[in-house]
């Protein structure tokens, strides 16, 4: 599952947008915390090809799958939310 769009909130929090246009809200800093700095999350890009959220130019990335599968099972959904990237 794609990522295609994100907003950073604030610390390891993000609001991600995926391909099936579903948006959670997840704290991913199990999956960073060790990789990525707090002034690094600035950082943060999609790798358009892979659909996977990188830091710190590529040197980290999260794969997409890992990713929602994170945000489905620890994150809150935002069904209002809307997305103009799709």
Known sequence: M??????????YTFILGFADHS??????????????EPSAINTAKIDSEWGCLIFNDG?????????YKFAVE????????KDTHF
């Open 23 to 36: 948006f959670i809200e997840a704290d991913l800093s199990p999956l960073l915390k060790a990789y990525v």
């Open 59 to 67: 040197m980290v990335d999260i794969e997409p799958r890992t990713l």
């Open 74 to 81: 620890q994150g809150v959904y935002h069904p209002d939310k």
């Open 2 to 11: 794609k990522l295609h769009s994100f907003e950073h909130k604030n610390n």
